[in-house]
């Protein structure tokens, strides 16, 4: 390794301290989610995606009620261009002739993800869907202090009980940086 190396002629009038060699670095770690896109750049090409993110943000794109039953499986483009494609999506069977019905709206959501008309057409092959992954939001653990005296019986007669529940844990942060 050359770099490890002090230097061999050394400047006039001084002396020269050897520096080690550090590699770069990358910077700070990624998240994993952060990477997907650059690890499957080269697959999605290859099926004609030009972003993938047309497959992850799917659901996102049309709606949680057609992600269910249809996935994109392809975007092909004519040659040279990045226009006037064909998205080819896989449709459970049952619900193909749903999905037939509601293609205009399905062009006009991937056009508008895209920002231009990037699909003119859209082919079906029936298929199985695998149903995508709910993310469960994790729920807010209920509060135990008790809500001050002075604030309880004002919040009592409030009908809404998702308001009232919003004001009790307002009413419980305040009292809590009251006591501090």
């Known amino acids: 390794m050359e770099r490890d190396t002090p230097p061999k002629s050394a400047p006039k009038g001084g002396k020269t301290v050897a520096r080690r060699y550090e590699r770069p670095r990358g910077g700070p770690a990624k998240a994993i989610s952060d990477l997907t896109p650059q690890v499957g750049r080269q697959a999605f090409r290859r099926f004609g995606f030009v972003q993938s993110s ?33 998205l080819q999506l896989v449709v459970t069977p049952a619900h193909a002739p749903l999905i037939q019905h509601v293609i205009p709206e399905i062009m006009e959501r991937v056009n508008r993800f895209f920002g231009y008309k990037a699909v003119a057409r859209i082919k079906l092959r029936q298929g199985t869907v695998k149903p995508p992954r709910a993310e469960e939001r994790p729920k807010a653990p209920p509060s135990l202090k008790p809500i001050p005296m002075e604030l309880g019986d004002s919040l009592r007669d409030i009908g809404d009980p998702e308001l009232r529940t919003v004001l009790e844990s307002l009413a419980r942060s305040i009292a809590s940086q009251e006591d501090e």
């Open 54 to 86: 047309v497959v992850t943000r799917w659901p996102e794109i049309v709606g949680e009620t057609h992600a269910r039953v249809c996935v994109p499986e392809a975007i092909r483009f004519p040659p040279g261009e990045k226009t006037e494609g064909i």
